[in-house]
Structure formats: structure tokens, C-alpha cells
Nanobody, 116 residues
Framework: QVQLVESGGGLVQPGGSLRLSCAASRSIFSFNVMGWYRQAPGKARDLLAQ???????WYANSVKGRFTISRDNANNTVHLQMNSLKPEETAVYYC??????????WGQGTQVTVSS
């Protein structure tokens, strides 16, 4: 059973930064793509950034230029560096991995609160 464990959430002031981590229980190269999503109360879960096995990255327009997705192959971890955070970005942030056969795995989520 694949496990994804997010960490790094917390309270940050507007304009601040956080770095989220998603640790996988097996090699991240076993996944076709890994991504970060967020879900605010009462809203849909939105894709923010993703990285494919070969290294191609994609960002939502709302975070382009402020968020960076990266991976630490040795530790089977994918990170999301978030800068210039806004109050409206308060949400639960989730990690998702898609393996062969479209098998999809989600982490439990980590809360990010942007407030002064």
C-alpha cells in the first residue's frame, strides 16, 4: 500500500513563505506524475503544480512565478515552495501521485493558514 505523507503546513503571515513536503513510501520514479492540490472550505480541490517522471513541470496560473515544485529523489520526496502567500490561499494542501494503470494515491493533507 502506497503512503504519501505531507508536512510543512502551518500559520504564515501574508507575503510569507512555506515549504511543503510529500514523502512517498516508495520511489517517486514509480509514479507517472506527482502533484500538489489545495482545497478551501466549501470549494473544489484544485491542482496547483505537478511534476512528471521525466521532469516536466506545470503550474496553475494562480501560482505561477510564486510556487515551485521540486523533488528529492534520494528521499522519495516532492516539495512545494510557496512564496508571497495570500490570505485567500488558506486551505488544506494535498499531495497526489498517479502510478501505472492510473492508480491514484492521496496524502492526508496539511493545513496552511495565511493570516496576520
Amino acid at each position: 500500500q502506497v503512503q504519501l505523507v505531507e508536512s510543512g503546513g502551518g500559520l504564515v503571515q501574508p507575503g510569507g513563505s512555506l515549504r511543503l513536503s510529500c514523502a512517498a513510501s516508495r520511489s517517486i520514479f514509480s509514479f507517472n506524475v506527482m502533484g500538489w492540490y489545495r482545497q478551501a472550505p466549501g470549494k473544489a480541490r484544485d491542482l496547483l503544480a505537478q511534476i512528471k517522471r521525466e521532469g516536466t513541470v506545470w503550474y496553475a496560473n494562480s501560482v505561477k512565478g510564486r510556487f515551485t515544485i521540486s523533488r528529492d529523489n534520494a528521499n522519495n520526496t516532492v516539495h512545494l515552495q510557496m512564496n508571497s502567500l495570500k490570505p485567500e490561499e488558506t486551505a488544506v494542501y494535498y499531495c497526489k501521485a498517479i502510478a501505472e494503470g492510473q492508480r491514484t494515491y492521496w496524502g492526508q493533507g496539511t493545513q496552511v493558514t495565511v493570516s496576520s
